[in-house]
């Protein structure tokens, strides 16, 4: 299966976007998540959970967005969708390897949550390198469970 987010505006229009799921890539598609101009962000980063039928996403952050602290998961078949609060913006999130886990960064540190949002908290915040001014963790990839 495919997951895809699309950015349906046009310059200086309102940002609107759909979150689309198709069982091969040339089939048919299904919209299971929307995204308009009052949400003041955009979805993005679709990930498959490796044990279900969920798509985890995040908002985008940065200038010109609104903050939006939650991860969205939606059921790439029933479309059904809930969120997750987040204490922070994030940068990047994905599945554990088993898929009981979401591992997420937000501009400072490391995070973890179980799967249904429960027992989140911070795994590690990197110390400023010698010099430097101000660094943030960019993106994260998936991890084994062990």
Do not use: M
């Amino acid at each position: 299966s495919v997951a895809i987010v699309f950015d349906e505006t046009a310059p200086r229009d309102p940002l609107v976007g759909r979150v689309e799921v198709r069982a091969t890539a040339l089939a048919s598609p299904t919209v299971v998540a929307r995204y308009g101009p009052n949400d003041g962000s955009f979805l993005t980063s679709p990930r498959w959970n490796p044990s279900s039928d969920e798509v985890l996403l995040s908002w985008a952050c940065g200038e010109g967005v609104a903050p939006k602290r939650e991860l969205v998961i939606v059921d790439g078949v029933t479309g059904r969708e809930r969120t997750q609060p987040i204490p922070d913006c994030i940068r990047s999130a994905t599945w554990s390897g088993d898929g009981t886990k979401i591992l997420y960064s937000d501009l400072q540190a490391v995070r973890l949550q179980r799967a249904d949002g429960s027992n989140d908290h911070e795994l590690f915040r990197p110390p400023l390198p010698t010099g430097a001014s101000q660094q943030y963790v960019g993106a994260i990839i998936a991890f084994a469970h062990h």
